[in-house]
Every structure is written in structure tokens, then in C-alpha cells.
């Protein structure tokens, strides 16, 4: 099994910064594609980013890219999520995602494992 603790969720204004973290216990070995999505409330949970093992695969939604960025270091089992120019429909609940795939995937069915889930509010 594979743990994933979200942390660095908050309160920013409209055009701030915040930094997500995701830190991975347990087989950490058997997962290699690593993910973010975000769920509002009422809304089906949408992907934002995924990257690979090496990161050389990396993916964004539309209404990310350009202003978040998936990174990750495999020595310290954590992936991060760099947001900036924030947006008030930015704000969900972030949810880190892993799974033993090469290939990072779009879709929630695609990962196996998944953190509980950090609050990002934006306010305008």
C-alpha cells in the first residue's frame, strides 16, 4: 500500500501564489506516475496536472497551464503543485494521486492511490 498526505492548502486573494506538497509512505517503489486533481463542490473531480517517474512526461488541463507547475522529487517521495496568478474558480478541494503506471493518465480511474485532500480557497 502507498500513503499520500496533501499539505500547503490555504486562503489566498485572486491573483496570489501557494505551493501544494504531497508526500508519499509505504511501497513508495510500485508508483511512478504521480498526479493532481481538485474537485468543487457540486462538480465531478477534474484533473490538473500528472507527471512521470522522470519527468518526462508532464501534463496540464487547459485552465492550468501556464500558471501551475507539477514537479517532484523521488529522493524525498514528494510531488508538488506550484500555483500562481490564482483564480477564485481555482478554489476546490486538491487531491494527490498515484499509481504504478509509466504513463501519467487524465482520468481519477487511472490511479490507484489517493491522499485525502487539501482545501484551496481564492478569493476575489
Known amino acids: 500500500q502507498v500513503q499520500l498526505v496533501e499539505s500547503g492548502g490555504g486562503l489566498v486573494q485572486a491573483g496570489g501564489s501557494l505551493r501544494l506538497s504531497c508526500a508519499a509512505s509505504?511501497?513508495?517503489?510500485?508508483?511512478?506516475?504521480k498526479a493532481w486533481f481538485r474537485q468543487a463542490p457540486g462538480k465531478e473531480r477534474e484533473f490538473v496536472a500528472a507527471?512521470?517517474?522522470?519527468?518526462?512526461?508532464?501534463y496540464y488541463a487547459g485552465s492550468v497551464k501556464g500558471r501551475f507547475a507539477i514537479s517532484r522529487d523521488n529522493a524525498k517521495n514528494t510531488v508538488y503543485l506550484s500555483m500562481n496568478s490564482m483564480k477564485p474558480e481555482d478554489t476546490a478541494v486538491y487531491f494527490c494521486?498515484?499509481?504504478?503506471?509509466?504513463?501519467?493518465?487524465?482520468?481519477?480511474?487511472?490511479?490507484?492511490?489517493w491522499g485525502q485532500g487539501t482545501q484551496v480557497t481564492v478569493s476575489s
Open positions: 507527471i512521470s517517474w522522470r519527468a518526462d512526461k508532464i
Open positions: 509505504g511501497r513508495t517503489f510500485s508508483v511512478s506516475a
Open positions: 494521486a498515484a499509481d504504478p503506471t509509466t504513463v501519467p493518465g487524465y482520468s481519477p480511474d487511472e490511479y490507484s492511490y
